[in-house]
C-alpha cells in the first residue's frame, strides 16, 4: 500500500468531476495550497465568487473523498475566490451575492484585536483583554491568528499538543480560565512558517472552524499585523462582531493603525474603538512620567477617523516581564493598577459587544 503523500491526495482528486467544464478538479488547477501534516490535510478549491453555492457541494465531495483515504485523520477544504496561473476559468457573472459567513458553533460573539504594524504590543494586549472579559464572568476563548509569529503559547505559559477526539476537530488548550489556539502548538517555537496565501487562509479557517470552542461568550482573536491575506480572510470569511485596533503613539505607527481600522470598514467589520498601547512610561523608582513615543496620537487619530478611543495602556516593565514568563498580569495580580486598566478596557469591549449584538437583532450570529 502507497505511503500517503501530497501527489497521492491530487491523483485521488483527480476522479472528481467539475460537471459543469466536464473537467476534473486537478486538470482544472482548482486544488490550491495543499497542505499534509502528520495525516492532516488541508487545501482550499479555486472557484469563481457567483458560484460559491453550488462549489459547496463539489468541496463536501473532496472533502469526503479524501477523508476515507488510508492514514488521514482530517481534513479541511475551504473555496477561495483567489486563483493562481492554471485555476479554474470563470464562469460568466450573475448579479453579485454577499458572502455568506458560516457561524462557529458556540461562540457567540468574535472580536478581532487586531494592529498595522508589528511591535506594538499586540498580542500583549489580546491577552490581558480576554482576560479581562473572563473576570466579568464571561466564557472566554483566544484564537492566535498570527500564523507566521504565533506567540500566545510563550505569553500564557502553555506547552504541548492539542488532543482530538474524531480526527476532525481539535480541543483548544487551556490556561488562566481561557481555552486557547494556536499555530505555535502544532509547530516549534523556531520553526518558519513560508506559506503561500492559500496555505494560510486554510490553516486559519482549520484553527476556528475546526476547534471545539464549546460555549463560548467571546472568542478573541490576535490577529497578523499588517492587512495582507490573513487580515482579509479572518475580516472576510469570519462572522466578526467587531474589531480593536492596537496602536503606539508615534506617527509611523498610526500611519499603519489607520490602514488597519480602514481594511475593516470596507470589508464592513464595525471597529469599536482603537487603544494607545506604550502611552506613557512611569519611572519605578522616581515616578516621573515620560512619553518615550509621545502621547495622544491614538486619541487624535481616533478623533479624526471618526472612532472611539477605548483608553491608553502605559509601557511598564511588569506588563513585559509577566508576558514574557507566561503570567499575564491581568491573571497573577488582578487588583493591581495595571490589571484596572485592561479590565476596564475590556468592559468596554463587552459593552461594544452587547450594543452590536443588540442593534444586529436575534440574526445577527452570521453577519
Keep these: ?16 468531476q467539475d460537471k459543469k467544464r466536464g473537467k476534473d478538479i486537478v486538470t482544472l488547477g482548482m486544488v490550491q495550497g495543499l497542505i499534509l501534516k502528520e495525516g492532516n490535510v488541508a487545501f482550499a478549491l ?4 457567483a458560484e460559491a453555492g453550488e462549489m ?56 478581532a484585536v487586531a494592529s498595522g504594524k508589528g511591535g506594538v504590543g499586540k498580542s500583549t494586549s489580546a491577552v490581558n483583554i480576554a482576560l479581562g472579559l473572563a473576570a466579568q464572568g464571561l466564557n472566554v476563548g483566544i484564537l492566535d491568528a498570527d500564523i507566521y509569529g504565533p506567540s500566545l503559547p510563550r505569553m500564557l505559559g502553555l506547552s504541548g499538543k492539542p488532543q482530538t477526539k474524531d480526527g476532525k476537530k481539535l480541543i483548544p488548550m487551556e490556561k488562566w480560565g481561557l ?19 492559500p496555505m494560510v487562509m486554510s490553516a486559519l479557517q482549520q484553527m476556528i472552524f475546526d476547534v471545539e470552542w464549546g ?14 491575506d490573513a487580515q482579509l480572510t479572518m475580516a472576510q470569511r469570519v462572522p466578526l462582531t467587531g474589531a480593536v485596533i492596537i496602536s ?17 470598514r470596507k470589508v464592513e467589520v464595525p471597529v469599536f474603538g482603537i487603544i494607545e498601547n506604550m502611552s506613557y512610561f512611569l519611572c519605578p523608582s ?14 487624535e487619530t481616533a478623533k479624526e477617523l471618526n472612532a472611539d478611543f477605548l483608553g491608553a495602556v502605559p509601557l511598564h516593565m511588569e506588563i513585559r516581564e509577566t508576558s514574557d514568563a507566561g503570567t499575564p498580569v491581568t491573571a497573577i495580580k488582578a487588583d493591581g493598577e495595571h490589571a484596572k486598566i485592561y479590565k476596564a478596557l475590556a468592559e468596554k469591549i463587552q459593552g461594544k459587544v452587547e450594543e452590536q449584538l443588540s442593534n444586529s437583532g436575534p440574526a445577527f450570529v452570521i453577519e
Excluded at 68 to 82: D, E, F, H, P
Excluded at 215 to 228: A, E, F, I, S
Excluded at 286 to 299: L, Q, V
Aim: charged share 20%; proline share 8%.
Design 1 to 16: 500500500m502507497a505511503e500517503l503523500s501530497e501527489q497521492l491526495i491530487l491523483e485521488h482528486l483527480s476522479k472528481i
Design 46 to 49: 479555486a472557484i469563481d465568487p
Design 56 to 111: 459547496e457541494v463539489l468541496r463536501k465531495e473532496a472533502e469526503q473523498a479524501v477523508f476515507g483515504m488510508n492514514g488521514v485523520k482530517s481534513v479541511n477544504v475551504i473555496l477561495t475566490a483567489q486563483k493562481e496561473s492554471g485555476a479554474a476559468p470563470a464562469a460568466p457573472k450573475g448579479p453579485a451575492q454577499p458572502q455568506q459567513k458560516p457561524e462557529v458553533p458556540g461562540v457567540a460573539s468574535i472580536i
Design 179 to 197: 481555552k486557547v489556539m494556536s499555530m505555535g502548538f502544532l509547530v516549534e517555537e523556531d520553526t518558519p512558517m513560508i506559506w503561500r496565501g
Design 215 to 228: 460555549q463560548l461568550d467571546v472568542l478573541v482573536v490576535d490577529m497578523p499585523p499588517g492587512t495582507g
Design 248 to 264: 503606539t503613539p508615534q506617527d509611523i505607527a498610526l500611519l499603519d493603525a489607520r490602514k488597519g481600522l480602514n481594511m475593516f
Design 286 to 299: 522616581c515616578g516621573e512620567r515620560s512619553d518615550i513615543f509621545g502621547h495622544g496620537g491614538a486619541e
